[in-house]
């Protein structure tokens, strides 16, 4: 029997109440209603009391998260979308991600968002958070690529007891299954070779990844191999692998949904520019979504985004330099 990647994200969230009396999830129309993606149906009435139904007030929210934590609770908040998570930002970014900091006590809340772009779902409700959150220390930011890693890494957060924010893609809940879960993978903060190559290197996250590895699939029919890494986290950031990475190909690519200015591909390029110039036959590569509100008209959101055609044009530009 298949898995899906919301249905892992589903079987984490009953497994963390299942064996952590500390835990309990909070979100609007989560309890009974199942939430906004059914991420958590079923859920209020094998743990009742402990699956709860939040204002429509993300500020509110997250204070009730920190102030839960705070005294000795692991919550794990649902965002009915990234985009409405700005509404909690101050509390997220100079509450929870300065706790530990200002008083030594831990902040160990878990933030839902549910990430990136589906057809016709328009400027609102598409955005992808987290370049914004990594900017701001003291927060954990995770990008789940894989169901393995939807499933792991969600139990990882709520492990951690620093506050974080897993992103997880909408366009991924029903597009990925996995036959069956695989074992605990990589720990948060270790990036994964998803694909090995000698020619250029595709750095990715989140649904990107799967368009990378589909660019690499068209390029190998011409004798083209195009390794392919998925940071997993953005934050904390695996320089280490990305360069070992560059150091056997010699040229990147890095592939991010996000807007293009400033971010997490921004970053990967800051850093393989100072720390592996050295090592580059290339200049490196970004490639965003547009700079502009994402589009509601399908054909329009996929000209807006990275795909697997506008990769491989950048790809084939990188190797001919």
Request: charged share 20%; proline share 7%; aromatic share 10%.
């Amino acid at each position: 029997m298949s898995l899906t990647y919301l249905e892992a994200i589903r079987e984490a969230q009953y497994e963390a109440l299942n064996t952590r009396p500390e835990v309990f999830l909070y979100g609007q129309d989560i309890g009974t209603f199942g939430g906004a993606f059914k991420a958590t149906k079923g859920l209020s009435k094998e743990f009742p009391g402990r699956v709860i139904d939040s204002p429509i007030s993300e500020d509110a929210m997250v204070g009730v998260a920190i102030g839960a934590a705070i005294e000795g609770a692991r919550p794990i908040l649902e965002m009915q979308f990234a985009d409405f998570s700005s509404v909690g930002f101050n509390q997220i970014v100079n509450q929870a991600g300065t706790l530990f900091w200002r008083t030594q006590t831990p902040c160990p809340i878990t933030i839902r968002l549910p990430s990136g772009g589906t057809p016709g779902s328009g400027p609102f409700h598409s955005q992808s958070m987290e370049s914004i959150y990594a900017h701001y220390p003291g927060l954990v930011i995770v990008t789940p690529a894989t169901v393995d890693d939807a499933y792991w890494m969600l139990l990882d957060s709520v492990d951690l007891d620093d506050p974080v924010i897993f992103c997880e893609h909408k366009f991924l809940y029903y597009h990925l299954k996995a036959d069956a879960l695989g074992g605990r993978g990589l720990p948060i903060g270790k990036a994964r070779i998803v694909r090995p190559g000698r020619h250029a290197t595709v750095v990715a996250y989140s649904a990107m990844v799967h368009e990378a590895l589909r660019a690499a699939d068209e390029l190998a029919l011409d004798g083209y191999q195009i390794e392919v890494v998925d940071l997993r986290s953005v934050k904390p950031l695996d320089t280490e692998t990305l360069l070992g990475s560059i150091a056997r190909t010699g040229r990147i690519l890095c592939v991010g949904e996000s807007f293009p200015w400033g971010g997490v591909t921004a970053e990967v390029v800051a850093r393989i520019t100072a720390e592996a110039f050295h090592l580059l036959d290339a200049p490196p590569m970004r490639l965003n979504s547009k700079d502009t509100p994402i589009p509601y008209h399908p054909n329009l959101w996929k000209a807006h985004r990275p795909t697997v055609t506008t990769i491989t044009e950048s790809l084939k530009h990188l190797l001919r330099y």
